[in-house]
């Protein structure tokens, strides 16, 4: 069993299902994408995992735990973080009032992992004051990723976190985010830049019309003739 | 030519009352656009939360009064207060456990809460109505002026004197120490910044943990704070009526869209653009001019631009011009869809 296990899922918004029998795991201190073409229920995956859809079949377990009935606020409690792809920062607040805000439910002394962000991010730092909205993309992706992690979560799950930002600030991203895996924490991550980000990935599923059409290290996707020539342009 | 008692003139009939007013205005737009703000809709209610919690003021000044209690020079009512906020607290907590909720569990477009709100504002109305009945009531007491236009005269030596009430001086020292308080909260606090944040983005609210139950129960508690400051000192500088409080859902509106909906510093401005338009626009400025003109010359008419009557169309004209030329208000808020 791993970290995460997400099995057998299957569901939708109501009508019909948008994936089926899908499994997605993942090892803490890896990082694991989810890769597909487009409509193939990358992110409805990603929402299943995190509760924001009823799942018909199937069940989530974190560290051992049955959570497939949890609802999403709950699962921040127990250490899932889940950076949406848009929408994902106060864009009022300040960049440090957005951080404060990812800390909501911490009790104890949140400066120290304040520090550990604007280390990881130090163009947070100098942008502490100002209010996120006027940041740039890759920017405003930081704070994002910065806000979600500020709950010491155990999981962290990014929805696209490279979105419409430059090649330069993407590469700068995922080596952000390989220094987050290395500290131990969970990564699960839905790209649209496949190449890439199977590059970094510890383990890679491609999904297709919401079923599991390839599961296996990133390096063996990227090996994948079959892989190669479908999903990643040859 | 006689600039200082034209100024004095104006300091008296327009100057001071208009300030009053916009601090009355301005806390009571405050709470529609918090509501705005947290619950997404225009709580047409606020009127009568504001009426409401104003008639537990005064039921408990009246027991105060009879019992001999008294803060002389100040007035009993700011004695009463707290228990006035209280009872507006219960009351609106009551309201949104029984009405507001149940609509937000079913995810309610705004518009269906804006009309229920309607519904709410009848049956405060009617509580009122049964409790302390349709007249005017006049719950003022101590001392009536700080200084009369007469001690002006005499201190200055000018022909004009301002008049200063105590109510106006309370109204507006209370509303600012209220507005400074509300700042401080959502600025500095934890539960401030939740309910920006909540305010900014509910989904995101959500995923950092923020509880929305909790963040609509302490706007509910400002909003019947401010509700109750603002229509006990609006009582307490004209009187207490409790028709007038239908009649001022215009100008608080206006003043909310003006200053653009969910902005509190908005509200503020809006609250006194409005009150001062409505002042300026009403008042005869025929004496005004006969000081700046020629000696022994006045204008043949009032110079008067609206009748008093006409007082609440400058804030519906507003709300007009606003909607058509700046939709989002003073500061960019949001736009009612």
């Known amino acids: ?234 | 030519m006689d600039i200082l008692n034209a100024l004095a003139l104006f300091a008296n009939f327009v100057l001071v009352p208009a300030t009053a007013y916009g601090a009355q205005l301005a806390l009571g737009a405050l709470g529609v656009t918090l509501i705005f703000g947290i619950l997404r809709f225009a709580n047409f209610a606020h009127g009568e939360l504001m009426s409401f919690g104003t008639m537990a003021t005064i039921l408990v000044t009246w027991l105060l009064q009879g019992q001999g209690v008294s803060i002389d020079p100040l007035p009993t009512a700011l004695l009463a207060l707290p228990v006035g906020i209280l009872v507006a607290i219960a009351m609106a907590l009551v309201t949104d456990r029984y009405v507001f909720r149940f609509y937000r569990r079913k995810r309610s477009n705004p518009i269906i809460f804006a009309i229920v709100s309607v519904g709410v504002m009848f049956v405060y109305a009617g509580l009122v109505r049964i409790i302390i009945g349709p007249a005017d009531q006049n719950f003022a007491d101590g001392e009536r002026f700080i200084i009369t236009a007469f001690d002006f005269e005499k201190m200055t030596g000018l022909s004009e004197g301002i008049a200063i009430k105590q109510t106006q001086v309370i109204t507006v020292v209370v509303a600012f120490v209220v507005m400074g308080v509300l700042f401080w909260f959502l600025q500095k606090t934890r539960s401030g910044k939740a309910m920006r944040a909540y305010s900014d983005n509910e989904d995101l609210a959500l995923l950092s943990g923020i509880d929305p139950d909790r963040v609509v129960m302490i706007a509910w508690i400002i909003t019947a704070v401010l509700a109750t400051v603002a229509g006990t000192l609006f009582g307490l500088d004209k009187s207490y009526r409790p028709f007038i409080f239908l009649q001022i859902l215009l100008p608080i509106f206006a003043a909310t869209i003006l200053g653009g909906i969910g902005q509190p510093v908005g509200a503020i401005l809006g609250g006194f653009v409005v009150a001062y338009s409505e002042v300026m626009l009403t008042y005869p400025y025929r004496k005004f001019l006969a000081y700046l003109g020629p000696h022994d010359w006045a204008p043949h008419g009032l110079v008067q631009l609206l009748s008093t009557n006409y007082k609440y169309a400058v804030s519906f004209i507003i709300l007009v011009v606003v909607l058509l030329v700046r939709p989002t208000g003073i500061i960019r808020g949001k736009v009612i869809e």
């Not at chain 1, 009032?97 to 100098?126: C, S, W």
């Not at chain 1, 330069?168 to 969970?186: N, Q």
């Open chain 1, 1 to 234: 069993m791993k970290f995460l296990s997400a099995l057998d899922m299957t569901g939708g918004y109501g009508g019909a299902d948008i994936i089926e029998h899908c499994d997605i795991t993942v090892e803490k201190g890896e990082i694991a994408v989810v890769v597909g073409p487009n409509g193939a229920g990358k992110s409805t995956a990603m929402k299943a995992v995190f509760g924001m859809l009823q799942l018909r079949e199937g069940s989530v377990v974190l560290d051992g735990r049955d959570i497939t009935h949890m609802p999403p606020q709950d699962r921040v409690h127990i250490g899932m973080a889940f950076v949406p792809q848009n929408h994902n920062v106060f864009v009022s607040l300040t960049v440090e009032e957005n951080l404060e805000m990812g800390a909501f439910i911490r009790d104890d002394d949140i400066n120290d992992t304040m520090e550990q962000v604007y280390h990881l991010f130090p163009v947070l730092k100098e942008k502490r004051n100002q209010p996120a909205g006027e940041l740039s993309g890759g920017q405003r992706q930081q704070v994002a990723v910065g806000r979600a992690l500020m709950t010491k979560p155990k999981l962290l799950m990014l929805d696209e976190p490279t979105a419409g930002v430059s090649p330069i600030v993407m590469d700068d991203l995922f080596d952000r985010i390989l220094e987050i895996a290395r500290t131990g924490i969970a990564i699960l991550m839905v790209e649209q830049n496949a190449r890439q980000a199977l590059e970094i990935a510890n383990h890679g599923f491609v999904l297709v019309q919401g079923q599991n059409r390839f599961t296996d290290t990133g390096k063996a996707l990227l090996a994948n003739p079959e892989v190669r020539r479908s999903f990643l342009g040859g």
